[in-house]
């Protein structure tokens, strides 16, 4: 079984920044090979991908809309990655969700591709 668990999610003005960490736990025996990602879910809308990073943390990608403002990083010591999100925007606002999988992607940018899913947290930006 894995678990993980995010953290840093909260309320922040328009041009802020916050930062998302989620740890895995449990059976994380390889997880330097998990191909990691965050994906967000704004009220009323599907769950949509927001970053993906490769098992080295030398590859990653984000969709069209975060480019430039969010980044992605992982610390396989620590078996955690985490969301640098500046520049903050109203329409940031959603639950963000860790998700992770060991399967052997490069990179993953669709929901099915991952196995393992954080239980959220809430990101609020004020205009």
């Known amino acids: 079984q894995v678990q993980l668990v995010e953290s840093g999610g909260g309320l922040v003005q328009a041009g802020g920044s916050l930062s998302l960490s989620c740890a895995a736990s449990?059976?994380?025996?390889?997880?330097?090979?998990?191909?990691l990602g965050w994906f967000r879910q704004a009220p009323g809308q599907e769950r949509e991908f927001v970053a993906s990073i490769n098992w080295s943390g030398g590859r990653t990608a984000y969709t069209d809309s975060v480019k430039g403002r969010f980044t992605i990083s992982r610390d396989n010591a620590k078996d955690t990655w985490y969301l640098r999100m500046n520049s903050l925007k109203a329409e940031d606002t959603a639950i963000y969700y860790c998700?992770?999988?060991?399967?052997?992607?490069?990179?993953?940018?669709?929901?099915?591709?991952?196995?393992?899913w954080g239980q959220g947290t809430q990101v609020t930006v004020s205009s």
């Open positions: 449990g059976r994380t025996y390889d997880f330097s090979s998990w191909t």
């Open positions: 998700a992770a999988d060991s399967s052997g992607y490069e990179l993953a940018t669709q929901i099915l591709q991952y196995g393992y």
